[in-house]
């Protein structure tokens, strides 16, 4: 399943299948890109970072895709499992006079069934 | 190993009162950081502080709203006479990082403000 981020805020999927929920970001300043996850009642939990000097980070099961040219991030989540079902964010930080401030997308809220 | 505490988890308060949130960072976190979420939206920036220190407050309300992050105990996020529209959940997140340091944003299960 693929989502096209602020424009289909929720994506379905089947238990383990891949799941991939896509970000577009303005601010071609950015300079360092987070995914969080956010389960009901808790705060956003970190998954993933990744910087503008590289293109693709791996983690456990988890996948960063960066293209700068497009000012677009992906999330790429192998096998997914119904413990990922929780609404995804994008986050970036521009750096420079900006250092600490996050500006979040959306998200997007995905969907596991067993 | 604990993480970002907040307290309270829940805050109810009526129109015209004062909310005070606090927010303890991770050990060996020296910065802090506030943001509001409204329902089904994404988190918005609100400030950035050290100790003693406010770097970024470009997120904050001109009025009613203050933070501060004393050298000695937790972070404290003050709203005056809040009104409805103050209603949101306020999260802290913190971070070890030197200036210009990349560092992730730990969060905290954040307070939900309830104003009657």
């Known amino acids: 399943g693929e989502s096209v981020g602020l424009h289909l805020p929720t994506l379905s999927v089947q238990e383990g299948d891949n799941s991939i929920i896509n970000c577009a970001y303005s601010?071609?300043?950015?300079?360092?890109f987070i995914w969080y996850k956010q389960e009901s009642g808790k705060g956003p939990q970190f998954i993933i970072d990744?910087?503008?000097?590289?293109d693709k980070r791996q983690g456990q099961r988890v996948t960063v895709l960066l293209n700068k040219t497009v000012k677009h991030l992906s999330l790429q989540i192998a096998a997914t499992q119904p413990g990922d079902s929780a609404v995804y964010f994008c986050?970036?930080?521009?750096?420079?006079?900006?250092?600490?401030?996050?500006?979040f997308g959306q998200g997007t809220i995905l969907t596991v069934h067993p | 190993n604990a993480g970002v505490m907040q307290n309270p988890r829940h805050l109810v308060r009526r129109r015209g009162q004062e909310a005070r949130l606090r927010c303890s960072p991770m050990?060996?976190?020296?910065?802090v950081y506030w943001y509001r979420q409204l329902p089904e939206e994404g988190l918005k920036f609100m400030v950035y502080?050290?100790?003693?220190?406010?770097?970024?407050e470009s997120g904050m309300p001109k009025e009613r709203f203050s933070a501060e992050f004393p050298k000695e105990g937790p972070s404290i996020l003050r709203i005056q006479q809040v009104v409805r529209g103050d209603s949101a959940a306020y999260f802290c997140?913190?971070?070890?990082?030197?200036?210009?340091?990349?560092?992730?944003?730990?969060f905290g299960d954040g307070t939900r403000l309830s104003i009657l």
């Open positions: 986050a970036e930080n521009a750096g420079g006079t900006s250092y600490g401030k996050l500006t």
């Open positions: 997140a913190s971070s070890p990082g030197a200036q210009n340091s990349n560092q992730p944003q730990h």
């Open positions: 601010n071609s300043a950015s300079d360092y």
């Open positions: 050990k060996g976190h020296s910065h």
């Open positions: 502080l050290q100790k003693e220190n406010i770097i970024d």
């Open positions: 990744i910087r503008s000097n590289m």
